[in-house]
Each structure stands twice: as C-alpha cells, then as structure tokens.
C-alpha cells in the first residue's frame, strides 16, 4: 500500500492510558545506565526509593517512554514502508518534574509530513502530548521527526515549510565532558521500558538490517546524554531540566563508553555524544534547555 500524504496527515490515534509504578521508573533509570556507581547518592536518587519510600526521582527523558504509541508505521493502512524508517530526532519538553508513579494519557497526532523527492524520502513529525489522566495537567510534550527513506515522491499533499533547523554546536572547546559506559545488555534492559523492536535484542534481525549485532535504542542514547548533563552541571536535580532535543547521527552499541561533551551558553547546554572506542559521533546539534 502506498502512501497517501492526506490520509497519513489525517490519521487518528486514540488515547494511550498508562499506569506506572515505583519500580517502572527504576528500570528506566537502570536501562541508561543510572545505578552504575551504587555509592553515588545523586544516581541512588532515580534507582532506590530510601528508607522512606519517598525519595525516588524520575528522569526528566522518561518522558519518552510515557503513553508511547509504539511502532505504528508497521501498521498495514498507515501505508510506510517501515523497514527503510529511521528515526532521526527527538525533543521534549517538560511541563511539571514527572511524578515517579501514576497513570498519564499520551495523545499522539501527526504534525507534519514533508516530501523531499522521490530518491531522498520524506519526513515525518509526529507529536504527543502527555496528560496526567486524574487532574489533566499536561506534564510533558515530545515531539519525533522520522525519515521515510523508501516513501519520497508523492507530490501534492505534503505540509508546506521544513522541519526545525538543526541546533548549532559552539566551534570551540567544550566547557566540560562526562564519560558513561553502557553495559552489555543495556538494550535488553531499555526495551522492558516498552520498545519491544527486535532490532536491540535479535542478532539475526540486526543482521538483516545491515549490523553486526544488536544496537543501542536511539532514545536510550539520549537518556545517557540527559544522564551525562544532570550530573556534570545539575547536581542530579531534575527540576533544572526544562527541554532537551537530540539529532540521532549513528547508532551507539551496548557497551560503547559515551562521552558528552557539554557547551554551558546562558540558560542552554549544547552537546555532543561520542562512542569513544569506535570514535563515532552517535548524537549531534543537541540542546538541553534549563530552568
């Protein structure tokens, strides 16, 4: 089935309900890699609740996970050749500190779809707001540009402008660098959080996709950076981080050290996330946005 620019502008989600407790909010703090210094009181803080029971924090990048529609491009009708999909983006912003349990409503709609020509695809942004469902305080936004490698070419129909340009990195010296080692399994560890794509877990299906081995979540990617930022310039307080938005450059593999490399410029971090042992830059033109 084709793609059809209208119908895919058009098309409804229903309300994604998501009920989450305590130890959800653990296993995505422990899926990028928080925990790994268990004698850091700052990483104790999103992994162990206290003697009290009341001192969990939540990951402000937790917000991907929240109400996640899953991977609709699969779906027979939405007409995307899925398999040529790569997801090229994220941003989020955050509306209130995400409470460590509770029950949210994602309302996903798809903003925009851009046709870049019949040989270089076409691109996608899909937004989902994230409600707490009991008062309907919007707690977050996160917003997903995808390219469609395979679904250029489809003339009239598309959206008129072009997606967000690209942050730009200060062209100088970082002002500071955090290295993170992943571990071996992080990736079996994050699709607990809800991406279930074989492609983080199956050798043969990453085979298939033209990989030696099972990579890294994208997102998974961008919550070590967000890691690397809470603890170099915010002393792990997540009432600091008001938005974040990443451009995916390369895929990180379980067990690549990271290093962020972090530019401080009045109220925005930039940075840049680098696979050390394979010199790969796997996140760039990347922002984070604080209170």
């Known amino acids: 089935m084709a793609l059809d620019p209208r119908a895919l502008l058009t098309r409804r989600f229903e309300p994604i309900e998501h009920a989450y407790e305590h130890r ?23 992994v162990y609740e206290g003697v009290d029971g009341a001192s969990l924090l939540a990951l402000p990048t937790m917000a991907n996970v929240l109400a996640y529609p899953g991977f609709w491009a699969r779906d027979p009708d939405a007409g995307i050749d899925w398999r040529r999909l790569v997801h090229a983006e994220q941003r989020i912003e955050l509306h209130a500190p995400l409470p460590v349990r509770g029950r949210v409503v994602g309302h996903n709609r798809i903003c925009a779809l851009w046709d870049r020509g019949r040989d270089r695809g076409a691109q996608l942004e899909q937004q989902r707001e994230v409600l707490d469902a009991a008062s309907g305080r919007k707690l977050a ?41 992943t571990l071996p399994q992080a990736a079996l560890i994050y699709r607990l959080c809800g991406d279930l794509n074989p492609l983080h877990a199956d050798p043969g299906v990453a085979r298939a996709a033209g990989f030696d081995r099972p990579i890294l979540h994208g997102m998974a990617t961008m919550g070590v950076a967000a890691h690397a930022v809470l603890r170099t310039l915010l002393d792990y307080d997540p009432r600091r981080f008001k938005a974040m938005r990443v451009r995916f450059t390369a895929p990180a593999l379980p067990g690549d050290t990271l290093r962020t490399d972090l ?29």
Do not use: I, K, M
């Open 24 to 46: 959800d909010t653990q296993l995505y703090a422990l899926g990028v890699g928080l925990g790994g210094d268990p004698l850091h009181a700052g990483e104790l803080r999103y």
């Open 141 to 181: 936004t996160v917003t997903q540009l995808s390219l469609l490698r395979g679904d250029g070419g489809f003339g009239e129909g598309g959206s008129d402008g072009a997606p967000l340009a690209p942050h730009a990195v200060p062209d100088r010296a970082p002002d500071a660098s955090c290295n993170l080692r």
């Open 263 to 291: 530019w401080v410029d009045s109220g925005v971090v930039s940075l840049r996330t680098t696979a050390v042992e394979r010199g790969v830059v796997v996140l760039d033109h990347a922002r984070v946005d604080l209170h």
